[in-house]
């Protein structure tokens, strides 16, 4: 039992207090630190639909029309691939931190060339920056919050990033309505430099630092993290031994008998061979393909044109008005889905969320069909009143389904050998999906009208449900080590696992392994030491610089 209070971050009631004085403190300001990232890139995200009804006023002192207006709206997620891709490398050669700290420095910079914009060439120009840098540190801040959270937190802290996302989006909103574009992106300056100063005070993340082999440094982090000696440990041998088995499975996978080619470093064929292998393939799709959904079902472009979809879908709204309660709404169902990830499985709250999603989005579109080609029209408020309370129920559905949840579960499912480049990207493809949806949002709404786009939403929505039944594992309160034993199976629907690797059996298996290395089988240069000079090694003190016998 205290192991597995170790395990899902809980403490007894004897504890000292240094895991509350410095462990809840330390991963509140690791979390806060992400989040304030999160905000900026939230209202990077809605600055579109703040700055380009101003610039397309008959005020604006920079007139633009609808093409420059979907070029500034689009360049956010076209620029954005590069600078995933990029960081995605950067991650995994200098670490997460190094990402983070590379992204947030050149988002502030984007945001005062902004501010003091005086043509569309120099809005571009800002908006190109602040796309990179953006996609730069995308990955990485869903990363830490992965791998610095006990497997209890995780989804409440991987889906914190939405809620900052949301708040940004609010936010955005909020300023965009009484504030003029330039001096709304100098509030928005003063954000990511917050969060630049932030990360010169907080550790790498230790499954980074175990991976590279700097353990000292990952125990370090993880001691610092829980502010609990003994559980930094009992983390730290558990994901010591994950990776080793991981290591084992690729000597397996290249059928290397010999020791001496097994520690040499992979050629490209035998790495080929490592990555096609079905442990790697299966979470990478997995992940890949929920993520896709994500733009598929209209979740970021809803948040890029929200105040014309509104207005298009009713003549009779102020697009604003209900783009902040929009936003609003977005926000609380948000910071719902936090609370709901903490204690509802994963895969009934995606088949939920994604099937309401799928019924709002259908309703929405038959209504507007209806409205548009019968004569026996409602009356104004009545069908005000209806398109905005479906708008709002998909909005909320949609939020919950789509928003933390494909990067939460893409986070935990991906194996920590490609995490750090994979992540990178899943995400630049997404990027590069919602830059070509953004684009083509003008031609769609003028081809298929806003009932025929909210039918693909719908539709999208509803092959995201039977897809996601069908092959999305459940990760809530399971290890990161547990989810890729998992995927070494043979299995590839969720129907036909192998019941036995269950939780508690999963549970059972990796206290079984703590308990092996406990007895010997991973030994520490200390306890080497130990025993050759005092030859009492059921009595010697383990740190956890680890070699394998």
């Excluded at 992979?266 to 959904?293: A, D, E, R, V, W």
């Excluded at 994500?294 to 890029?304: A, K, N, P, Y």
């Excluded at 449900?465 to 080590?481: D, N, R, W």
């Amino acid at each position: 039992m205290e192991r597995e209070a170790l395990r899902d971050g809980s403490t007894k009631k004897g504890d000292s207090e240094s895991w509350l004085s410095s462990g809840v403190a330390h991963q509140t300001f690791n979390v806060a630190a992400v989040l304030l990232y999160s905000i900026t890139l939230g209202a990077n995200m809605g600055y579109s639909a703040v700055l380009l009804p101003q610039l397309q006023s008959n005020t604006s002192f920079i007139p633009t029309d609808e093409e420059t207006g979907s070029w500034i709206a689009s360049l956010q997620s076209g620029v954005s691939p590069v600078g995933t891709v990029a960081g995605g490398f950067a991650m995994e050669r200098w670490g997460r931190r190094f990402a983070m700290r590379a992204g947030l420095l050149p988002l502030f910079i984007g945001y005062i060339i902004i501010a003091f914009a005086p043509s569309h060439f120099t809005v571009l120009i800002g908006r190109f920056v602040t796309a990179i840098s953006g996609g730069f540190s995308a990955a990485a801040s869903s990363i830490i919050l992965c791998e610095i959270s006990t497997p209890r937190l995780r989804g409440l802290y991987s889906s914190s990033i939405f809620t900052a996302l949301s708040t940004g989006v609010l936010l955005v909103y909020a300023l965009g309505s009484y504030l003029h574009w330039h001096i709304v992106a100098g509030v928005l300056a003063t954000i990511p430099l917050t969060s630049f100063t932030a990360f010169f005070f907080v550790p790498e993340s230790p499954v980074w630092l175990a991976k590279k082999g700097l353990v000292e440094e990952a125990e370090d982090a993880f001691t610092w993290l829980r502010g609990d000696e003994k559980q930094a440990k009992l983390e730290l041998q558990e994901l010591l031994s994950s990776i080793k088995a991981q290591r084992e499975a690729e000597v397996m996978e290249l059928d290397i008998s010999n020791e001496e080619e097994a520690d040499k470093t992979p050629t490209i064929m035998q790495q080929i061979k490592i990555l096609s292998s079905p442990s790697i393939l299966k979470p990478f799709f997995i992940g890949h393909i929920f993520n896709l959904f994500q733009i598929l079902t209209g979740t970021m472009l809803v948040v890029f044109y929200a105040v014309d979809m509104i207005s298009e879908t009713d003549k009779n709204t102020t697009g604003f008005t209900v783009a902040q309660l929009t936003a609003f709404v977005r926000l609380v169902f948000t910071l719902l889905t936090n609370t709901l990830l903490y204690y509802v499985p994963r895969r009934t709250h995606v088949t939920v969320a994604s099937s309401v999603c799928a019924c709002a989005a259908l309703t929405l579109s038959c209504f507007l069909f209806f409205q548009t080609r019968t004569t026996h029209s409602l009356s104004s408020e009545t069908s005000t009143w209806i398109s905005t309370m479906l708008i709002l129920v998909f909005i909320a559905a949609n939020t919950c389904g789509f928003l933390p949840l494909p990067s939460t579960v893409m986070s935990e499912i991906l194996p920590t050998k490609i995490r750090g480049l994979a992540c990178s990207y899943i995400f630049a493809a997404n990027d590069a999906l919602q830059f070509c949806v953004s684009k083509l949002y003008p031609w769609l709404k003028d081809t298929l009208e806003m009932h025929g786009v909210f039918l693909l939403f719908g539709i999208n929505a509803l092959f995201c449900c039977i897809l996601s039944h069908l092959f999305l594992p459940e990760t809530q309160g399971k290890s990161l080590a547990e989810i890729e034993e998992y995927f070494r199976d043979k299995n590839l629907l969720w129907a036909k696992r192998d019941k036995r690797l269950g939780q508690h059996n999963m549970r059972n298996k990796y206290l079984e392994m703590k308990e092996t290395n406990a007895r010997g089988c991973v030994k520490t240069y200390s306890e080497e030491q130990n025993i050759k000079t005092e030859e009492k090694p059921n009595k010697c003190e383990r740190k956890m610089s680890v070699t394998f016998s």
